[in-house]
């Protein structure tokens, strides 16, 4: 059975930090892409960012280029986001998924998504 349970959101000032995790069990972590989207009201899903597991490679959409960072320990079967300098434009409920297709395309990070758990609220003040 396969689970993946993100948290981390949280309130945050524009400009701080948070850190979302992802946990993943019931599939070999090292087979797999992990990747992150985010839902907020109104709005289409949108691909952020995506690991490719076991070489580490990754891919980000232009909007969080620069201020966001994926990486994974393979140990603890973890998918970690660190998000700098955050903007209110970046609020959304954030979700991690098991991915199959990827590719960046104009600028957007287009992902097919296989498994996906809850997601966690992120949400940045002006």
Known sequence: ????????????QAGGSLRLSCVASGITFEDYAIGWFRQAPRKEREGVSCIVNPDGSTLYADSVKGRFTISSDRAKNTVYLQMNSLKPEDAADYYCATV???VVRNGFLLM???NWGQGTLVTVSS
Do not use: M
């Open 100 to 102: 199959t297709d990827r």
């Open 112 to 114: 097919g998504y296989e």
């Open 1 to 12: 059975d396969v689970q993946l349970q993100a948290s981390g959101g949280g309130l945050v």
